[in-house]
T-cell receptor
Framework: ELKVEQNPLFLSMQEGKNYTIYCNYS?????LYWYRQDPGKSLESLFVLLSNGAVKQEGRLMASLDTKARLSTLHITAAVHDLSATYFCAVDSRSGGSNYKLTFGKGTLLTVNP | DTEVTQTPKHLVMGMTNKKSLKCEQH?????MYWYKQKAKKPPELMFVYSYEKLSINESVPSRFSPECPNSSLLNLHLHALQPEDSALYLCASSQAMTASYEQYFGPGTRLTVT
C-alpha cells in the first residue's frame, strides 16, 4: 500500500524567510501533485510533477521531484502572509489492478507571521 | 472549461433527514469521485465512478448512497447521517481512472449534521 509522508506537519515562518516542505512516498508513482487549501475551501492545484528532475515555479513557490529518491519538495522563498494555508502533496499511482488513485499526505499547515 | 460544480455549498441536516449532494462537470470526463474531508485532515476517497459504473467503494457506510445518472452528473444521497459525518464533501472528475490523469476538484459542500 502506498504511503505518503509529509513533513513538517506544522510550519510557522516569519515573513521574508525561506523554507522547504518535504513529501516522501513509498512506491512508484506516475504523477505527484501539490495542492493548497485555505480554511473551509476546496483544493487548489499548484503543481503537477510528471518526471524525474521536474522543477516548476510559480511566484514564491517552487516544486521539484526526485523519483529515484521518491521525494518531492515545495520550497518557499521570501514568505509572505498570503501564503498561509495548508499544503498537501498527493501521489497518483496504480492501485488494485488497472485503476489509479490519489493518495494524500497529511498536509502541512503553514503560518506566515509578520 | 475545467470547472466542476457542486451544490449546495452548505447543508445542515438532522439525523432523520434525507438530502442529496450534486456534482456536475462538462469536460467529457469519464471518472468521477467523492471525497470526504474532516477538519485538519487530508481528503479521504469514498467512491469512484468510471463510465457511469461504480468502480470503487471504500467501505463507506450505507447511509451514503452514490448515483451517477449520466456521464456529467454525480449525486450523493444522504440518509440517517450521524454528527460525525459532518465534513467537507469534495467531488472531483478526471478523464479516466485507468491511467494517470489529473483530477479536477469542485468547491465542495460543507455538511453539518445536527
Amino acid at each position: 500500500e502506498l504511503k505518503v509522508e509529509q513533513n513538517p506537519l506544522f510550519l510557522s515562518m516569519q515573513e521574508g524567510k525561506n523554507y522547504t516542505i518535504y513529501c516522501n512516498y513509498s512506491t512508484t508513482s506516475d504523477r505527484l501533485y501539490w495542492y493548497r487549501q485555505d480554511p473551509g475551501k476546496s483544493l487548489e492545484s499548484l503543481f503537477v510533477l510528471l518526471s524525474n528532475g521536474a522543477v516548476k515555479q510559480e511566484g514564491r513557490l517552487m516544486a521539484s521531484l526526485d523519483t529515484k529518491a521518491r521525494l518531492s519538495t515545495l520550497h518557499i522563498t521570501a514568505a509572505v502572509h498570503d501564503l498561509s494555508a495548508t499544503y498537501f502533496c498527493a501521489v497518483d499511482s496504480r492501485s488494485g489492478g488497472s485503476n489509479y488513485k490519489l493518495t494524500f499526505g497529511k498536509g502541512t499547515l503553514l503560518t506566515v507571521n509578520p | 472549461d475545467t470547472e466542476v460544480t457542486q451544490t449546495p455549498k452548505h447543508l445542515v441536516m438532522g439525523m432523520t433527514n434525507k438530502k442529496s449532494l450534486k456534482c456536475e462537470q462538462h469536460m467529457g470526463h469519464r471518472a468521477m469521485y467523492w471525497y470526504k474531508q474532516k477538519a485538519k485532515k487530508p481528503p479521504e476517497l469514498m467512491f469512484v465512478y468510471s463510465y457511469e459504473k461504480l468502480s470503487i467503494n471504500e467501505s463507506v457506510p450505507s447511509r451514503f448512497s452514490p448515483e451517477c445518472p449520466n456521464s456529467s452528473l454525480l449525486n450523493l444521497h444522504l440518509h440517517a447521517l450521524q454528527p460525525e459525518d459532518s465534513a467537507l464533501y469534495l467531488c472531483a472528475s478526471s478523464q479516466a481512472m485507468t491511467a494517470s490523469y489529473e483530477q479536477y476538484f469542485g468547491p465542495g459542500t460543507r455538511l453539518t449534521v445536527t
